[in-house]
């Protein structure tokens, strides 16, 4: 059984910054980001794959780094000048196979976590 676990969420002012992290219990190829809120659909943040070639959403590019470290098990997500409508659970996902880009959609990630919480507040 694969575990993923998300941490590093809270709440930042606007203008802020936030780094999520998510740990893998086994290397898996893609690895992404999605975000979700109350009453919306899960929205696809960012993924990086095993070739280190990263894709980003438009509602966040710019502002993000997604980035894994050298045994490939654990993804970081920094987040730069936040605003209040990033508040949402972030959501860690891994597939065993090439990302599929350049839409993040959820059903192609097999592997979740439980979600981190992000509160920006104005």
């Known amino acids: 059984q694969v575990q993923v676990v998300e941490s590093g969420g809270g709440s930042v002012q606007a203008g802020g910054s936030l780094t999520l992290s998510c740990v893998a219990s086994k290397y898996l190829v893609c690895m992404a980001w999605f975000r979700q809120t109350p009453g919306k659909e899960r929205e696809g943040v960012a993924y990086?794959?095993?070739?280190?070639?990263?894709h980003y959403a438009d509602s966040m590019k710019g502002r993000l780094t997604i980035s894994r470290d050298s045994a490939g098990n654990t993804v970081f997500l920094q987040m730069n000048s936040l605003k209040p409508e990033d508040t949402a659970m972030y959501y860690c996902a891994a597939a065993p196979g090439m990302c599929v880009g350049p839409a993040l959609q959820s059903y192609e990630y097999e592997y979740w976590g439980q979600g981190t919480q992000v509160t920006v507040s104005s």
């Open positions: 990086i794959d095993s070739r280190g070639d990263t």
